[in-house]
C-alpha cells in the first residue's frame, strides 16, 4: 500500500448533481472505521472535466480514475484500491474502441490528448484552501512581478506571450491592458467577466468553481501593470458555487495578504469585490456589463469612447474574461517564451471546451490551439453518441456557426474558424447527429437571441424577430420561395448595423446553416419534408401492415385516440391523420417497429 | 394596540433596511439592494419598492427599469419551490423540449406560471451550466440531470 495517498472527488456543480458530495462523508467514515485516516485523505475538488462519466474520483499518486461512483462502492473502492492494492474493474472506464476497461488517465484517450494550463489545479486541488493553490506555485506570479518586474515589463511579458481574450473576440490580451494603461486618470478599475451567459459553456463557472485562486492571481498581476487599484468579478447568479468558492478565496486572499493595501509590503494596493448579475445575457458585453455594476439597465453603449478611456463611472477600465485572466499567471511564473510553444502561429497558447450534445464524452477540455476538430470530437469525446452519424458542431454559442463533416479537420484557432464562418467564441462545442435538424438549430438560436435582445437599436430588436418568424414558419411547413433571399438580405444588414456584438453577430447561425446546410431548408420549403424528422409539423406517421402484430399497443397508449383497428375482426390498424398530434408515442411503444415516421 | 406593534417590528421591514443601509452609500447600490430584497420577500412586492426608492433617492421609475430588465428579478410570489428548466444548446440538442413537455403536463401550468397550490413555480431558462449532464433541471438551486420524461414525476414527487 502506497504512504499519503490522496482520494480526490470532484464536487464541480455537474458531479455534485449525480451524488458526489454524500461520497465524500461516506468515504471519510469509512476510511476513519478502516483506521486510515494518517495515510488517505479525502479531497473535495472542482471539476475534473468527465461530467459524462460523474462522479469521477482519483486516486492519488497512482492516478487511478473511478467513473459513476455511488454510496454503495465505497467499502469496496477502499478495501480493494486502499487495502489490497487491487482495481475495483466494473467502476473503471471502457475504453469505447477496444470495449476493455482502462484505469490510469494516462491511458484514457479523454485526458491524453489534453493540455492543461488553465485547468492545471481543477479537479487536483480543494479550491477552499489556498495552502493548496500555492502549494502548487501559486502566487509565484505575482510575487515575481511585485518583486523583481515594472508594471511595464510585466506588461511586455503578457504582450509578447501573444495571450488573445478568451471570451470571444480574440483581441490581444497586452495590447488591451496597454490603451488602459496609457489613460492618465487618479482611478483605474479592473474587470474580471464571469457573465458566461452563451447557452453551452461552462468553463468559466469550472475554474472559478475549482481554482479561484488563480483568477484573483491573474487580476492581481493585471492591476499592477494597468495601474489599477480595484476590481470587479460580475459573475452570474446562476453559478452559487463559483461566488460561494470565489468569495471564499478572496476572503483567504485578503487574511494571506495578496489583496488589500500594500501587497507583500510593495506599496501596491488592490481591492476585489464580487459582483453579482441578475440575469442578462446582453451583460457579457462590455459597456452593459458596467452599465449593470452602475446599478442599471444593462444596455451598451456606442464606442468610443473605449472603456480602456470611459469605463466604469467614466474611469478608465479593462475587461478580460475568466479564462485570460487565468491564464495570467501561468505566463508570469514561467515566462511568455514557455507559452508561446503552445498553440499556433498567431493563436497562442491552449483553449478549454465545452463538449456537449450528441458526443459520448460531454465534459470539460482543454487543448492546444490548433488541435482539429476531429481530434477533440472522436479523439477525445470518442464519437457520436449511440453509434450515429455526425452531421455538425456548433461552435460559439450563439454568436457562432455550425460546420459540417468535411470542416472537421480545421485547426482550431481564431482566424480559422472565422474565416470558415463560425468563431472560437468562449469555446462551447454542441454536437449534433443526424437527428438534429439544422433548420430548428438557426431557430432555436434565433429565438434566444430575440429574447435576449436588449431593445436599444432597431436592427437587432425588430430583426431577430423578423428572421426568427421567418425560420419558425419554414420548421411548420410553411416556407415560402422568397425566405431564403429575404433571411440573407436581413442577416447581411443586422450584422452590419446593429450596436453591439449580440447584434452583430445574432445572424451568424442563419448565415453558417444556409452555407453549409442549404439543403435542408429547401427540403423544408420546397418538399414539406425535415431531413433529420425532427419539425413535429412536417411528420406524417403510418404503419406498416406487414409488420403490425395487431397487439394494440399503439392504440391503447396513443393520447388523442387517433389509431383504430382490430384484431378480432382482422381490421388493420391504421392513424387518422387528422387527429394525429405527431407525437411520436406509438413509435416509441411498438416493439416490431411497424411505426413509421417519413 | 398589539397589531400596531407588530407591524412596527416586522423582521423582514428590518432585513430590508439593514440590506439598504448596508449598499447605501457604495457605488451603485441598486441591484444589490433589489437581490436582497427578493432574498427577503420572495419577489418585489410594489411597497418594497416604494420604500427602497424612498430610502435610497432613485425614482421609482427607474428602479421598475432596472427590475423588468433582469431575468432574476420578479413583481410576482413564487411558489415554495422553484423550478428552472434548462433549454441551452446541449439540452435542446438532448431532448430538453421532451422534459418541458413532461413537466407543464404533470404540473398542468405553463413557463413562468405557478401552481394553484403554490407547490411550484415553473421557469424555462437559457443555460445553467451543467452541459454535460443534458437534459437539466434545478430545483432551488438543486441540480438533477440525465434526465427524460419518465423521471419527472418522481423527482417532482421529492418536493413539497
Redesign the interface.
Known sequence: MAENQRILVCAG??C???GALPIIDVLNDEIKRQGLEKTVSVVGTGCQGF??K?PTLVIEPQQILYTRVTEEDVAEIIEKELIKGERVERLLLVDQATQKPVSSMEDIRFFAKQHRIVLHNCGVIDPKKIEEYTARDGYKGIVKALKGMSPEEVMEEVKKSGLRGRGGAGFPTGLKWGFCRQTPSDKKYIICNAD???????MD?SVLEGDPHSVIEGMLIGAYAIGADEGYVYCR????LAIKHLGIAIKQAEEAGYLGNNILGSGFDFHLKI???????VCGEETALMA???????MPRVRPPFPAVSGL?GKPTNINNVETWSNIPHILRNGAEWYGQFGTEKSKGTKIF?L???VNN???VEVPMGTTLREIIFDIGDGIQGGKKFKAV?IG?PSGGCLPEDMLDLAVDYDTLTQAGAMVGSG?L???DET?CMVD?AR??LN?SK??S?GKCTPCREGTTRMYEILDRITKGEGKEEDLDTLENLAITIKETSLCGLGQFAPSPILATLKYFRHEYEAHIHDHKCPAHNCTALLSYSIDVEKCKMCSLCAKNCPTNCISGDKKTNTPYVIDEEKCIKCGTCIEKCKFGAVTRA | MSTACEELVDPKQIKLDEIIDKHKHS??????I??GAQEVYGYLPAHVIKHISKATR?PVARIY??VT?????RLTPVGRNLINIC????????GGAKVVEAIEKELKITDGATTEDGRFTLEV??????????P?ISIN??????LSPDKIAGILAKYE
Open positions: 456543480t455537474g455534485a448533481s449525480s461530467c459524462e460523474g458566461e451567459g452563451d447557452p453551452g459553456a461552462f463557472r447568479a446562476e453559478y452559487p459582483f453579482e448579475g441578475a440575469g442578462a445575457f449593470s455594476i452602475e446599478g442599471k439597465r444593462g463611472w465545452a456537449t450534445g450528441k460531454t465534459g470539460l456548433q454559442g462551447g454542441v454536437i449534433m438534429t438549430i432555436y438560436f434566444f429574447k435576449e436588449c | 457605488n451603485g447600490p441598486l441591484i444589490p433589489l437581490q432613485i427599469g432596472v430588465f433582469y431575468a432574476q428579478f433549454l441551452g444548446t446541449a439540452c435542446h440538442v438532448r431558462v437559457a443555460c445553467i451550466g451543467a452541459c454535460g449532464l443534458a437539466v438551486n438543486e441540480v438533477h440531470g440525465r
